[in-house]
């Protein structure tokens, strides 16, 4: 699996703040065997975060996008606008799942407002901005990821389980 890591945020953008969520994305992702192709660091920015997606996704750069950052409640908290601006389909169980599980650690997770949507051949997901709460979900979605991704660049063809 191709793997693009988009990290929003302004203060990691302007060099007053280490990416340390997006560095936790790329090992977590290496972890489970899938390749990161492709990684940036944006301001809070709608409008280039989605020129972003989009590139990546209508040149089949990757076959999924991790994003981290820009989930929250702040005025420039733009990512899941970002993201449903581009996507053609939603992935709301994604998500869902994430804030379910999270929910177990923090009650903070219901303020999440983390999007996931397809874009052509490429599945865009939101985590949130810190280490700790990228690691929790990540970890927790990505072994299903394969199959989902495999359903959408035609690589398997059926979903039904034995």
Known sequence: MRVAVITSSDSGYKGERE???GSCVQEI???FAAE???TNLLPDTQDILEKELKTICDQNLADLILTTGGTGFSPRDVMPEATIAVSERMVPGIPEAM???SMQFTKRAMLSRAAAG???QTLIINLPG???A???CLEYIFPELQHGVDILTGTATNCARK
Do not use: H, Q, T
Request: proline share 5%.
């Open 130 to 132: 810190s280490p700790k």
């Open 118 to 120: 397809i874009r052509k």
């Open 99 to 101: 804030r379910a599980y």
């Open 29 to 31: 992702v290496k972890s």
């Open 134 to 136: 990228v690691r929790e």
């Open 36 to 38: 990161v192709v492709y």
């Open 19 to 21: 990416d340390l969520s």
